[in-house]
């Protein structure tokens, strides 16, 4: 099934981009942030999501979170959010939540390897909300990028080592870090979610598929056994709309 997202459009209402979607796509990946928090806004979002076609699946909160802080009480409000999410995603028969596995210190330099630690220690944790709420949790693999954490299919193996927790395999993100046939061999039968988006491998620039340098014939004929949904995550609609049409006739 192919969907979208779009993090720009949790500034607007959530009925705006409902009318949108519905008829142009089968699925719609909330973003949980702002006007689109599925957490804060869980009554307003149950009344209207019956009314449209469209299957639903949620990404978590990340601008404020981070599951792997040092700080304790930052690290227990951010998981506290993601239950509140997943608690959310239950009330509104969402089954899938891409997570991100947390920062390193952005002030304080050599901190990924303490960061790594707390992030393992909070999977287990995340395993157990996943199986109060039914909602299945993926961890998401990141873009080359200062202090993000699970940038290659080993370190997210390393984190998510030891739990039944899901991956959501992000095909631009691992074109940023040369991972993208590395994630596939290690997670091709744990991938329950992905992210598709183009770019020139030197930073993740969410560009429409085909505007970049991804071999999407051979990723896609490695994912050939994979049934579960594409999610395009676009900066804006039109180039979502033009990523579907290439996925389709690819």
Avoid at 24 to 39: G, M, P, Q
Avoid at 66 to 87: L, Y
Wanted: proline share 3%; with cysteine.
């Amino acid at each position: 099934m192919i969907g979208m997202s779009c993090t720009g459009f949790s500034i607007d209402e959530p009925q705006v981009w409902l009318d949108r979607i519905v008829g142009r796509f089968e699925l719609w990946e909330i973003f949980s942030e702002c006007r689109h928090s599925i957490s804060e806004r869980t009554d307003l979002f149950a009344d209207l999501l019956p009314s449209y076609d469209l299957h639903y699946s949620v990404h978590s909160p990340i601008s404020d979170t981070n599951i792997a802080a040092i700080n304790e009480r930052i690290r227990e409000a951010s998981f506290q959010i993601m239950v509140d999410t997943a608690k959310a995603a239950n009330r509104l028969d969402i089954c899938t939540m891409t997570v991100h596995p947390g920062l390193a210190s952005m002030a304080i330099l050599a901190t990924e390897e303490m960061a790594m630690g707390i992030a393992k220690e909070m999977m287990p944790r995340l395993q157990k909300v996943s199986e109060e709420y039914g909602v299945t949790i993926a961890i998401e693999n990141m873009p080359e990028a200062p202090f993000f954490l699970g940038r290659t299919a080993d370190a997210l193996a390393d984190i998510i080592d030891g739990t039944d927790l899901s991956v959501c395999f992000d095909i631009g993100h691992a074109n940023t870090t040369g991972q993208i046939d590395r994630m596939i061999d290690l997670f091709q039968d744990r991938i329950a979610n992905i992210h598709i988006h183009d770019n020139y491998g030197d930073r993740d620039a969410h560009m429409t598929l085909g505007e970049g340098n991804i071999d999407f014939d051979h990723v896609l004929s490695r994912l050939s056994d994979y049934d579960g949904n594409f999610i395009i995550e676009a900066r804006g609609f039109d180039s979502a709309l033009e990523s579907q049409g290439f996925l389709e006739s690819s």
